[in-house]
């Protein structure tokens, strides 16, 4: 008997859920990340055991080895709805065929970043996602998962919703 749907386990899903649920402070799932300068516009973000580049594209005159800090953040969002609607839909028994999030987005004047104007500001004026998925489950149900993975989704929410942000200098001698 094969008990995997969309390639997860949902009894070890729900397990997991429930032991994580159970430790305190668990629902402020605190997060750490460490960014390392290599040179140019080059570097080395870590996350946990994991490291990542980022850097600027050509007509930045970054290498373009890797996106840039915003194409991190649009993949992100991506992710995280592409993750919350996968949850919903195996907890729920439905059976995805195919699922693809696509995004697109503006920024309010990214001009402001490079110095090169002072109205606005360089976030994202409108971030754009539209869900294409194959499923064994009625449009209906679906809209309503996706809904909810919108409306619950983290990065979704980080991005939304007003963040408090400290930034300190540390001059090392």
């Known amino acids: 008997m094969n008990d995997r749907l969309n390639g997860l386990r949902p009894p070890e899903i729900a397990e997991a859920l429930r032991l994580v649920a159970a430790q305190p402070g668990a629902g ?4 750490t990340s460490r960014v390392r300068w290599l040179g140019g516009f080059k570097l080395k973000a870590m996350v946990r055991n994991h490291a990542f ?4 594209p050509p007509h930045l005159k970054g290498e373009d080895e890797a996106p840039n800090a ?3 953040v649009l993949g992100a969002l991506g992710a995280c709805y592409a993750t919350g609607f996968i949850l919903a839909a195996t907890m729920r028994g439905i059976e995805l065929y195919n699922l693809e999030v696509a995004l697109e987005s503006t920024q309010n004047n990214v001009l402001t970043f490079f ?5 606005g500001h360089s976030g994202f004026e409108e971030i754009r996602a539209k869900l294409f998925v194959q ?3 009625d449009e209906a149900t679906l809209r309503e998962i996706w809904e909810q993975t919108v409306q619950t989704s983290p990065v979704g929410n980080s991005l939304t919703r007003t963040v408090r942000v400290r930034a300190e200098l540390a001059v090392v001698a």
């Open 28 to 31: 402020r799932a605190p997060k």
């Open 135 to 137: 499923a064994d489950a």
């Open 70 to 72: 915003m194409e991190y």
């Open 115 to 119: 110095g090169l104007a002072s109205d």
């Open 53 to 56: 580049v980022v850097d600027e």
